[in-house]
C-alpha cells in the first residue's frame, strides 16, 4: 500500500551542489553581483553616448580646414588654396580659365600612382552650384623641380588640380572634396587594389577656400645701363687740302667775251 502521509518539507539548508555557511552565502552574492555590475556598465555606456549626442551616424562629408595633412587612404592630401588662372593645354590654341586648387600629395602605397585617371583624380570632386560633385579636368604635378604626372612612395608631390572656368566666371570661394581610398575587390575585378569610395555624398573631407584672383603679369622692367653714356660730339667737315679750288657758291660766269662786228676799210683808189 502506498503512504497517504503528506511530503514532508524540503530541508531549509542550500540546494545541492551549494556550498555550505559563510563562503556559500558569499557565492550567491557575487552571482548576485556580477548582474548588477553589468547593467551599471550599459548604463554608464549609454549615459556617455547620450551626452556625445547619442547614437548618431559619422558624417558623409565631415568639414575641415585648409593647411591640414588628410590621410585618405591611398594619399594624403594637404590642399594649400584656390586660385583663377590662365592655362595653355598641350592641344590648346590659346589659354583658358581655369580654377586652381593646389595640394600636396603623397603616396601611402607601395606602388607610383597616376595623378590622372586612374590615380588622384579619381579621388578629388568639386561642388557645383547645383550641387553635384565633378572630378577635375586636369592635374598637373611638380617633383623635386621637375614636372611630373604620377606621384611615386614617400617622394612628396606639388600637385594643382585644375577645373575649367568660363569666361564670365568669377567666385568667390570654392568647395573641393577628398574622397576616401579603400583597398578592396572591385565589382567585376577579384583582385585587390585601392579603390576610391564614389558612393553619393560619400566624401573623407570638404573645405571651401577663398579664391584668389588670377595675377596679371607685369611687364619686364628695362633695366638701367651700368655706366652712364656721353652723346658723340658732331663731327666736322674736312677741309679741302691747300691749293684746291672752292666750291663756288652761285652759278658759274660765262668767261667768253662777245665780240663786235668788224667793219669793211675804203681802199684807196689807183
Known amino acids: 500500500m502506498h ?14 551542489g551549494e556550498p555550505f555557511g559563510e563562503g556559500g552565502d558569499r557565492a550567491s552574492a557575487r552571482r548576485r553581483l556580477v548582474p548588477a555590475a553589468v547593467v551599471c556598465a550599459v548604463a554608464a555606456v549609454a549615459a556617455v553616448t547620450w551626452v556625445a549626442g547619442g547614437f548618431k551616424e559619422a558624417p558623409k562629408q565631415p568639414v575641415e580646414r585648409p593647411g591640414k595633412a588628410l590621410n585618405v587612404g591611398l594619399f594624403t592630401v594637404t590642399v594649400r588654396d584656390a586660385r583663377l588662372g590662365l592655362v595653355k593645354g598641350g592641344f590648346d590654341a590659346a589659354p583658358k580659365r581655369y580654377l586652381i586648387v593646389r595640394m600636396r600629395v603623397v603616396n601611402n602605397g607601395k606602388e607610383t600612382e597616376s595623378l590622372g585617371n586612374g590615380g588622384l583624380t579619381d579621388g578629388l570632386a568639386a561642388r557645383t552650384k547645383a550641387g553635384k560633385w565633378l572630378e577635375p579636368d586636369q592635374v598637373e604635378g611638380v617633383a623635386g623641380g621637375a614636372k611630373t604626372d604620377s606621384v611615386q612612395p614617400g ?3 606639388e600637385a594643382s588640380a585644375m577645373w575649367q572656368a568660363g569666361p564670365s566666371d568669377a567666385p568667390r570661394r570654392f568647395t573641393v572634396g577628398l574622397r576616401k581610398w579603400e583597398y578592396r575587390t572591385g565589382f567585376t575585378d577579384v583582385s585587390y587594389n585601392w579603390l576610391p569610395d564614389t558612393e553619393d555624398g560619400a566624401l573623407a573631407a570638404k573645405m571651401t577656400l577663398p579664391v584668389a584672383a588670377a595675377a596679371t603679369p607685369a611687364a619686364p622692367a628695362s633695366s638701367p645701363a651700368p655706366f ?6 658732331p663731327t666736322r667737315a674736312a677741309r679741302p687740302p691747300s691749293g684746291a679750288a672752292r666750291p663756288s657758291s652761285g652759278a658759274a660766269r660765262p668767261t667768253a667775251r662777245t665780240t663786235r662786228p668788224q667793219r669793211p676799210r675804203p681802199t684807196a683808189s689807183p
Open 3 to 16: 503512504s497517504t502521509a503528506p511530503v514532508p518539507p524540503p530541508p531549509s539548508g542550500p540546494p545541492p
Open 155 to 157: 617622394l612628396p608631390v
Open 228 to 233: 652712364p653714356t656721353r652723346a658723340a660730339p
